[in-house]
């Protein structure tokens, strides 16, 4: 049952992931890698590509916090927990190689980051097979937005693409770990209503 004290809690991370520095407990994927020359119209493609990808991992973010304040089982709690801790690296390495970009983090992030924490909790109140049947879909469409981003990068940014690829891997092992635990396969009507959703956010957050 949800408490005030879990709520103060669930606040103050929202506050973190939206205003605080990110840390990462491993080493970048991109470090000690140097920055290849590319043009102004490619830095700002890249920076653009990458800003999707920081506010994508910001509605991850919220997504595990929904989910696991709302899940039913401990053990399902602790990987939701667990899951969210890697995505908070993401948020450092994306956020850093946005600004190493000459670029800007959507400034509606605050709004993706709401969004998503509701969702997220709605899913949790479904039942724990549904909670992680929604996790594992995201992560499976999240997987397929970072290839994407692999063939659309410039080809000589090789800082991005260390970054993106490390992202993929990481989601990738998120998706199976949730069909693992029983996550049911989600109706058709409710993928293609996520792709929907998530389209939106990558117009919208490449520009602003």
């Known amino acids: 049952m949800l408490n005030l004290d879990h709520l103060i809690v669930e606040f103050d991370k929202g506050l973190r992931t939206l205003f605080s520095q990110a840390h990462s407990a491993r080493p970048h994927p991109d470090a000690n890698m140097s920055d290849a020359p590319m043009d102004e119209a ?17 509605c991850a973010q919220a997504l595990y916090q929904g989910q696991a304040l709302t899940a039913r089982d401990p053990a399902v709690q602790a990987k939701l927990q667990q899951a969210a ?15 190493e970009l000459g670029g800007h983090l959507s400034v509606l992030n605050p709004l993706w980051y709401t969004g998503s924490l509701t969702l997220g909790a709605f899913a949790g109140l479904l039942g724990d097979k549904w909670n992680l049947g ?3 879909e995201t992560e499976h469409q999240v997987g397929g937005h ?56 990558t117009h919208t957050a490449y520009r602003i």
């Open 134 to 136: 929604f996790l594992s």
């Open 42 to 58: 490619e830095r700002k493609h890249a920076a653009g590509l990458m800003r999707i990808n920081h506010s994508g991992e910001i």
């Open 146 to 201: 970072l290839q994407s981003h692999l063939e659309k990068l410039p080809p000589q940014d090789a800082k991005s693409r260390a970054v993106v690829q490390q992202m993929y891997v990481d989601e990738t092992k998120h998706s199976e770990m949730a069909k693992e635990m029983g996550g049911a396969d989600l109706p058709a009507p409710v993928k293609f209503a996520m792709k929907a959703t998530s389209k939106i956010l």
């Open 85 to 99: 801790q890697e995505e908070t690296e993401h948020l450092a390495w994306t956020s850093k190689r946005v600004h």
